[in-house]
């Protein structure tokens, strides 16, 4: 185990750094550069060229950054004058963590929910119900249920404030305007997979050997369910961590998701590097969690103590 | 074959032989699994009735536009923002421009975004993650970290290359989709055959001496195709808001062509003055994915191998 | 199994007890606090650095220059005194005697420090082409010359001479510009790369201070007690909210969590009878490449383009109406001789309403010329950027256009910075653009278009335009200089360099509890250094 987990780190690493250079490359085919502006001279643009070491050979800037990335230094940002991309970070993802927490928690524990109970109940009224749920919570864009929760909470009613993140009450709204597309996604492949499940050999010998409907429920039928859920969880953990713009954007959210698209659309060139590492890393470590919880959920696959 | 004994007259027996054909008759039509597979989704009334919502949608799209008089690109200073009139049955937008003409162009796009993009991810998505689930290993570890790379690449980048490389419009916004969106479905194929490969049947058939390719094409893919099936249908909607989020950003459908996800977010931005422009959008949004769910869950039940003759 | 719970279980306690960024206290803390939003964050707060408007606006508060702007007017900031050379070249400044925040003396050495960082080029400021007009500031920006030969002096502590290149007027309003002020080298080299990145980092001689800066969320600016002027200063404190969507910042107003709010355009029929218009300087038209080989560089063939929009109608469609149709080119507002220069120079231009007659005549003209029978066989690419509003406006131009002349228009939607990139390498053919001016006089504009101009990416070339601007710079007589000016924008329109479109007045709503909130269309968006809250 310990030797599987360290070669998959190893790898990881190996990945990340195909990743950094891939996009390094990419973010300079991009066209326009960081200095474009409406005011910007040939004369201005040389000064800023210099000052920032674009003036030097593509490949001693990778070098250069690569230097400072090893020693865990992102740079300094172009669109943010003298703000590093590690302070960026720092200060932006609690934020978008906190959102993606409170929505992946909404999400998983009510969408397994809504699967299991819609499964079980196939055909009948509840099930009907669950379906509903799912369909709506897939048929609306999150740019719309942000705006409708938030016209219908927030502005028509008044319940919940209408933007800003400054406690509990703020972080209702946005995190179920974020959570809800995930919750129908989760609750339509349980309630698929589950469905899958129950026509399956061992849920019937389980059975034939009296085991209780709860016990056959819960330790053989939502184990074996769960899989295929597991495996969309990862890249919809990072995404929802990352691709959180529009929510963040309607409720006044100081996250990475709104940095993440601006630097993009700003050519900030280091800052878009940072947060592709920053992602990178993270998606690679959701990746390895991930795979090593099939170890631990799937019942057949074991990885080999060692 | 001779008669032992006492041979009864011949002469009353007529010699039958095999009938070689009657043998292998089959009394009922032969129906190849697609076959079956139709015959149990008309079965299926909410199938049904999606798949006619579908249908009703594709044929609006084609036909909509030319049942008003009005062009979904003529601007109109007099009528902006309009309520549903006699002339204007959708009212009509920021621009005066008219919204049932705009709503069904807009379907053209968003069908096709939404179908193709998808349709393309399935295939590349399922093909790579099936690979790699079935062969496991080094074959695995590779093409995953090849997706762990694609992934990691914001795909906005993707999608502003794809722009230049291509003329701006719906074949480059299909391209990006396609390059940074197989991603999801080959995990989740890659999951769901490394979850099937332990199978008896596919222990069986290896036994038999089946080729790597039969086993995944005809052994494992169809026990799949009820999961691949509703994760697709479950990915158009994905196509289409990622194609209105990406149009929200300007990477979108270049002016005057419109879409749905586009009307949305254009309806959203004035939700609390003019709400029926948010609303048609919506709408038409919401009911194309409810037709396309019930239609999932009702092509999920028809291809399930297990199910077949019931 | 139970693993398998176990690891829900953790998810769910996770996001339960979750790690909440902890929010500020509230508000009531301070009795007169002024809340107003931006869409995305300062930028910088680096005054020599900063190069766009809510950077500026923020400039405005926390620092002041040798001069302060008040309502268009030009007032004495931190120099008490100034006279200036006949020939309108060299100004000398007597400074007060004002403190920084920390409590330090404000010396002349700073400002000769703040202006050679302006255009050192090794500082590489964004914004440094503001100062060409100072003596040498040319060669000391490209490396040619070093920053000791700048045409800027500390005489003696309280003495500041600044030599100009060629007499410029508006010189002395643009000295209110923070690109100007007063900085502290001691803490330019203590920081380095991090000075005023953050509150503590750099210190103020404005209004107010720089409390508190959470990036892309709020920044807090409260009195700053050593300003020189600190007794008129009413506002204890001033929140900027970082709001991107318009919308939310539209409803949080509504619900009292702002003072001041931006009302986009579809909603200024609902606020009507409250809402307050002021003009933000901003000037929108549609650049054509007269260097690109279609049909541009023919000059009835631009006036066609000209004639054939509808500027009223495009204004009514985009923004309800809220924008001015522009039929001519320069802001109206900004300063002429002795009033407005749009009242003592009136000019109709090409009318706010489309001549298709007008347009029909210019284009058969064009056709004749260019060899063309049928004008549906002449294709143009507009360009424009990628927000909302900009593809509202494309299709607009891009209908008026095809319907009132019969040619194709191909409307080509990229991201801002490919905007931009394709403008400066002018791979465009017609681009809709703006241009916001920096200092209150026709030349912000009319500079742009001479022949050796960086900005002029339509490879506008004209021998009159070049010599009237040229006059215009050396001219010492105000109505001659004028004049010229004047000549020249009629020089421009009579090309069809531009089409000019509209004049972005935008709509504000304030809370009406608070009196004397200023704003203006250079150098600062908000003038709160005479708001005030009425008591209750």
Redesign the interface.
């Given at each position: 185990m310990g030797r599987y987990i360290l070669k998959r780190i190893l790898?990881?690493l190996?990945?990340?750094l195909?990743?950094v250079t891939?996009?390094f490359a990419?973010?300079r085919?991009?066209?326009g550069d960081p200095f474009s502006s409406e005011k910007m001279t040939p004369q201005v643009r040389q000064n800023l060229e210099r000052y920032y070491g674009f003036d030097k050979p593509v490949l001693e800037q990778y070098l250069t950054y690569m230097g400072r990335l090893v020693r865990g230094d992102l740079g300094y940002s172009m669109k943010y004058a003298n703000v590093t991309v590690n302070e960026i970070i720092a200060k932006a993802f609690p934020y978008s963590a906190d959102l993606g927490l409170r929505a992946l928690a909404i999400a998983v524990s009510v969408g397994l929910t809504l699967g299991v109970v819609s499964a079980l109940n196939r055909k009948k009224p509840i099930d009907a119900v669950c379906?509903v749920v799912?369909?709506?919570g897939?048929?609306?864009?999150?740019?719309?249920m942000g705006?409708?929760l938030q016209?219908f909470f927030g502005?028509r009613w008044g319940l919940l404030p209408i933007a800003q993140y400054k406690g509990f009450a703020y972080t209702i709204l946005p995190s179920v305007g974020l959570g809800f597309y995930t919750l129908a996604?989760v609750s339509?492949?349980m309630r698929?997979?589950m469905l899958?499940v129950v026509?399956q050999d061992y849920v019937k010998t389980a059975r034939a050997k009296g085991a209780s409907r709860f016990r056959i429920v819960r330790k053989h039928m939502i184990r074996n369910a769960i899989?295929?859920i597991?495996?969309?969880l990862?890249?919809i953990t990072?995404s929802v961590l990352t691709g959180t713009?529009?929510i963040e954007s309607i409720f006044a959210i100081p996250g990475m998701g709104k940095f993440?698209?601006s630097s993009?659309?700003s050519l900030d060139y280091t800052l878009?590097l940072g947060?592709?590492v920053f992602?990178?890393a993270f998606?690679?470590t959701a990746?390895l969690i991930v795979d090593v919880l099939?170890g631990i959920v799937?019942p057949?696959?074991r990885v080999a103590r060692g | 074959m001779e008669a032992i004994g006492d041979a009864p007259d011949r002469s009353l027996f007529e010699r039958v032989g095999k009938d070689r054909a009657g043998m292998e008759a089959i009394e009922r039509p032969n129906l190849t699994y697609w076959q079956d597979a139709w015959r149990r989704l008309k079965a299926n009334r909410m199938a049904v009735f999606a798949l006619c919502v579908v249908g009703l949608y594709v044929v609006m799209a084609v036909v909509g536009p030319w049942m008003t008089s009005y062009s979904y690109?003529?601007?109109d200073?007099k009528a902006?923002?309009a309520l549903p009139s006699a002339a204007h049955w959708f009212g009509t937008d920021?621009?005066?421009r008219d919204l049932w003409s705009r709503v069904w162009m807009g379907a053209r796009t968003s069908l096709m975004i939404g179908f193709v993009a998808t349709l393309l991810n399935t295939l590349v998505g399922g093909l790579i993650g099936g690979v790699a689930g079935y062969y496991g290993g080094a074959v695995d570890?590779v093409l995953?970290?090849v997706v762990?790379?694609l992934?990691?690449?914001?795909y906005?980048?993707?999608a502003?290359?794809m722009?230049?490389v291509m003329e701006?419009g719906m074949g480059s916004l299909i391209v990006a989709m396609v390059v940074t969106r197989w991603?999801?479905m080959a995990?989740?194929v890659?999951?769901?055959v490394?979850?099937v490969k332990?199978s008896d049947f596919v222990a069986a058939a290896r036994v038999l001496g089946a080729s790597d390719a039969t086993i995944l094409v005809r052994h494992i893919m169809p026990n799949l195709m009820?999961?691949i099936i509703?994760?697709t249908m479950?990915a158009i909607?994905n196509a289409?808001?990622t194609e209105?989020?990406l149009s929200?950003?300007?990477?979108g459908i270049?002016?005057?062509e419109c879409s749905w996800?586009l009307l949305?977010?254009?309806g959203?931005?004035?939700?609390?003055?003019?709400p029926l422009k948010?609303f048609f959008p919506?709408f038409f949004?919401?009911?194309?994915?409810?037709a396309l769910?019930l239609l999932g869950?009702g092509l999920?039940d028809a291809l399930d191998p297990?199910l077949r003759g019931e | 199994m139970k693993r398998s719970l176990v690891v829900v279980a953790c998810a769910l306690a996770l996001a339960a007890t979750g790690c909440a960024p902890k929010a500020e206290k509230a508000e009531a803390a301070s009795p007169k606090v002024f809340r107003f939003s931006y869409a995305s964050d300062i930028p910088t707060l680096d005054p020599q650095m900063g190069n766009s408007m809510p950077s500026a606006t923020v400039a405005f508060h926390i620092f002041d220059g040798l001069t302060r702007m008040d309502n268009g007017a030009v007032k004495p900031g931190i120099a008490e005194s100034w006279t200036v050379s006949d020939d309108g070249l060299v100004y000398v400044f007597k400074l007060r005697d004002a403190k920084w925040s920390d409590g330090q003396p404000i010396k002349a050495q700073e400002f000769e420090y703040g202006i050679r960082r302006l255009m050192d080029p090794a500082a590489a400021s964004p914004y440094s082409f503001l100062g060409l007009l100072i003596e040498n500031a040319d060669a000391v920006n490209s490396g040619k010359m070093p920053v000791e030969k700048l045409g800027v002096r500390a005489v003696d502590d309280k003495t500041v001479e600044l030599r100009l290149a060629y007499p410029a007027d508006y010189f002395l309003g643009m000295l209110s510009m923070c690109q100007f002020c007063a900085t502290r080298p001691d803490l330019v080299e203590r920081y380095g790369k991090d000075f005023a990145a953050t509150p503590d980092k750099n210190v103020y001689d404005g209004p107010f201070m720089v409390k508190e800066w959470a990036r892309e969320d709020r920044m807090i600016l409260v009195k700053n007690p050593n300003y020189w002027n600190a007794d008129s200063i009413a506002l204890d404190e001033i929140d900027i909210l970082i709001v991107p969507d318009e919308?939310t910042a539209l409803?949080m107003f509504d619900a009292g969590d702002l003072d001041l709010v931006r009302v986009?355009p579809?909603?200024v029929e609902?606020y009507k009878d409250r809402v307050v218009y002021y003009y933000d300087g901003s000037n929108d038209f549609i650049k054509l490449n007269m260097a690109s080989k279609g049909p541009l560089s023919d000059r009835d063939f631009r006036l066609a383009l000209n004639y054939a929009v509808d500027r009223q109608?495009f204004v009514?469609?985009?923004t309800?109406g809220l924008y001015d149709a522009n039929p001519r080119y320069v802001l109206p507002q900004v300063a002429g001789v002795d009033a407005a220069y749009g009242t003592e120079y009136p000019l109709p231009g090409f009318g706010v309403r489309a001549d298709v007659a007008k347009a029909k005549d210019h284009l058969a003209k064009a056709m004749a010329r260019l060899g063309v029978a049928d004008p549906s066989s002449i294709e143009i690419e507009f360009l424009t950027?990628?927000?909302?509003r900009?593809?509202?406006q494309?299709?607009?131009v891009?209908?008026q256009w095809q319907k009132n002349l019969g040619i194709k228009v191909v409307?080509?939607?990229?991201?801002?910075r490919?905007r931009l990139d394709m403008e400066s390498k002018k791979t465009f053919e017609t681009v809709f653009t703006g241009w916001a001016p920096d200092y209150s006089d026709p030349m912000t504009y009319l500079e742009l278009w001479t022949s050796d101009s960086p900005y002029n990416h339509g490879s506008y070339r004209s021998a009159k335009y070049d010599e009237y601007v040229a006059f215009a710079r050396k001219s010492t007589d105000k109505r001659a200089r004028m004049d010229a000016l004047f000549a020249a924008e009629k020089e421009l329109l009579a090309d069809g360099a531009i089409v000019p479109m509209q004049l972005r007045r935008e709509s504000l709503l304030v809370n009406p509890a608070f009196t004397g909130v200023g704003t203006y269309f250079i150098g600062t968006n908000y003038d709160l250094v005479h708001a005030d809250r009425a008591s209750k």
């Amino acid at each position: 185990m310990g030797r599987y987990i360290l070669k998959r780190i190893l790898i990881s690493l190996a990945t990340l750094l195909v990743l950094v250079t891939v996009v390094f490359a990419l973010v300079r085919l991009m066209p326009g550069d960081p200095f474009s502006s409406e005011k910007m001279t040939p004369q201005v643009r040389q000064n800023l060229e210099r000052y920032y070491g674009f003036d030097k050979p593509v490949l001693e800037q990778y070098l250069t950054y690569m230097g400072r990335l090893v020693r865990g230094d992102l740079g300094y940002s172009m669109k943010y004058a003298n703000v590093t991309v590690n302070e960026i970070i720092a200060k932006a993802f609690p934020y978008s963590a906190d959102l993606g927490l409170r929505a992946l928690a909404i999400a998983v524990s009510v969408g397994l929910t809504l699967g299991v109970v819609s499964a079980l109940n196939r055909k009948k009224p509840i099930d009907a119900v669950c379906v509903v749920v799912a369909i709506i919570g897939t048929s609306i864009p999150d740019f719309i249920m942000g705006y409708v929760l938030q016209y219908f909470f927030g502005i028509r009613w008044g319940l919940l404030p209408i933007a800003q993140y400054k406690g509990f009450a703020y972080t209702i709204l946005p995190s179920v305007g974020l959570g809800f597309y995930t919750l129908a996604l989760v609750s339509r492949l349980m309630r698929s997979s589950m469905l899958e499940v129950v026509q399956q050999d061992y849920v019937k010998t389980a059975r034939a050997k009296g085991a209780s409907r709860f016990r056959i429920v819960r330790k053989h039928m939502i184990r074996n369910a769960i899989l295929p859920i597991v495996t969309v969880l990862g890249p919809i953990t990072a995404s929802v961590l990352t691709g959180t713009f529009v929510i963040e954007s309607i409720f006044a959210i100081p996250g990475m998701g709104k940095f993440y698209v601006s630097s993009v659309q700003s050519l900030d060139y280091t800052l878009v590097l940072g947060m592709t590492v920053f992602f990178g890393a993270f998606l690679v470590t959701a990746n390895l969690i991930v795979d090593v919880l099939y170890g631990i959920v799937d019942p057949r696959i074991r990885v080999a103590r060692g | 074959m001779e008669a032992i004994g006492d041979a009864p007259d011949r002469s009353l027996f007529e010699r039958v032989g095999k009938d070689r054909a009657g043998m292998e008759a089959i009394e009922r039509p032969n129906l190849t699994y697609w076959q079956d597979a139709w015959r149990r989704l008309k079965a299926n009334r909410m199938a049904v009735f999606a798949l006619c919502v579908v249908g009703l949608y594709v044929v609006m799209a084609v036909v909509g536009p030319w049942m008003t008089s009005y062009s979904y690109t003529a601007t109109d200073a007099k009528a902006t923002d309009a309520l549903p009139s006699a002339a204007h049955w959708f009212g009509t937008d920021m621009l005066g421009r008219d919204l049932w003409s705009r709503v069904w162009m807009g379907a053209r796009t968003s069908l096709m975004i939404g179908f193709v993009a998808t349709l393309l991810n399935t295939l590349v998505g399922g093909l790579i993650g099936g690979v790699a689930g079935y062969y496991g290993g080094a074959v695995d570890m590779v093409l995953m970290r090849v997706v762990d790379v694609l992934y990691g690449i914001p795909y906005i980048i993707v999608a502003i290359l794809m722009m230049v490389v291509m003329e701006p419009g719906m074949g480059s916004l299909i391209v990006a989709m396609v390059v940074t969106r197989w991603i999801g479905m080959a995990r989740f194929v890659r999951g769901e055959v490394m979850r099937v490969k332990e199978s008896d049947f596919v222990a069986a058939a290896r036994v038999l001496g089946a080729s790597d390719a039969t086993i995944l094409v005809r052994h494992i893919m169809p026990n799949l195709m009820g999961l691949i099936i509703t994760n697709t249908m479950m990915a158009i909607p994905n196509a289409i808001f990622t194609e209105a989020f990406l149009s929200f950003i300007g990477l979108g459908i270049q002016p005057p062509e419109c879409s749905w996800g586009l009307l949305a977010r254009e309806g959203s931005q004035t939700l609390s003055i003019y709400p029926l422009k948010l609303f048609f959008p919506a709408f038409f949004i919401s009911t194309t994915m409810l037709a396309l769910n019930l239609l999932g869950d009702g092509l999920r039940d028809a291809l399930d191998p297990r199910l077949r003759g019931e | 199994m139970k693993r398998s719970l176990v690891v829900v279980a953790c998810a769910l306690a996770l996001a339960a007890t979750g790690c909440a960024p902890k929010a500020e206290k509230a508000e009531a803390a301070s009795p007169k606090v002024f809340r107003f939003s931006y869409a995305s964050d300062i930028p910088t707060l680096d005054p020599q650095m900063g190069n766009s408007m809510p950077s500026a606006t923020v400039a405005f508060h926390i620092f002041d220059g040798l001069t302060r702007m008040d309502n268009g007017a030009v007032k004495p900031g931190i120099a008490e005194s100034w006279t200036v050379s006949d020939d309108g070249l060299v100004y000398v400044f007597k400074l007060r005697d004002a403190k920084w925040s920390d409590g330090q003396p404000i010396k002349a050495q700073e400002f000769e420090y703040g202006i050679r960082r302006l255009m050192d080029p090794a500082a590489a400021s964004p914004y440094s082409f503001l100062g060409l007009l100072i003596e040498n500031a040319d060669a000391v920006n490209s490396g040619k010359m070093p920053v000791e030969k700048l045409g800027v002096r500390a005489v003696d502590d309280k003495t500041v001479e600044l030599r100009l290149a060629y007499p410029a007027d508006y010189f002395l309003g643009m000295l209110s510009m923070c690109q100007f002020c007063a900085t502290r080298p001691d803490l330019v080299e203590r920081y380095g790369k991090d000075f005023a990145a953050t509150p503590d980092k750099n210190v103020y001689d404005g209004p107010f201070m720089v409390k508190e800066w959470a990036r892309e969320d709020r920044m807090i600016l409260v009195k700053n007690p050593n300003y020189w002027n600190a007794d008129s200063i009413a506002l204890d404190e001033i929140d900027i909210l970082i709001v991107p969507d318009e919308n939310t910042a539209l409803a949080m107003f509504d619900a009292g969590d702002l003072d001041l709010v931006r009302v986009p355009p579809a909603f200024v029929e609902k606020y009507k009878d409250r809402v307050v218009y002021y003009y933000d300087g901003s000037n929108d038209f549609i650049k054509l490449n007269m260097a690109s080989k279609g049909p541009l560089s023919d000059r009835d063939f631009r006036l066609a383009l000209n004639y054939a929009v509808d500027r009223q109608d495009f204004v009514d469609i985009t923004t309800k109406g809220l924008y001015d149709a522009n039929p001519r080119y320069v802001l109206p507002q900004v300063a002429g001789v002795d009033a407005a220069y749009g009242t003592e120079y009136p000019l109709p231009g090409f009318g706010v309403r489309a001549d298709v007659a007008k347009a029909k005549d210019h284009l058969a003209k064009a056709m004749a010329r260019l060899g063309v029978a049928d004008p549906s066989s002449i294709e143009i690419e507009f360009l424009t950027s990628d927000t909302d509003r900009s593809r509202a406006q494309a299709e607009i131009v891009q209908d008026q256009w095809q319907k009132n002349l019969g040619i194709k228009v191909v409307v080509k939607q990229v991201p801002y910075r490919q905007r931009l990139d394709m403008e400066s390498k002018k791979t465009f053919e017609t681009v809709f653009t703006g241009w916001a001016p920096d200092y209150s006089d026709p030349m912000t504009y009319l500079e742009l278009w001479t022949s050796d101009s960086p900005y002029n990416h339509g490879s506008y070339r004209s021998a009159k335009y070049d010599e009237y601007v040229a006059f215009a710079r050396k001219s010492t007589d105000k109505r001659a200089r004028m004049d010229a000016l004047f000549a020249a924008e009629k020089e421009l329109l009579a090309d069809g360099a531009i089409v000019p479109m509209q004049l972005r007045r935008e709509s504000l709503l304030v809370n009406p509890a608070f009196t004397g909130v200023g704003t203006y269309f250079i150098g600062t968006n908000y003038d709160l250094v005479h708001a005030d809250r009425a008591s209750k």
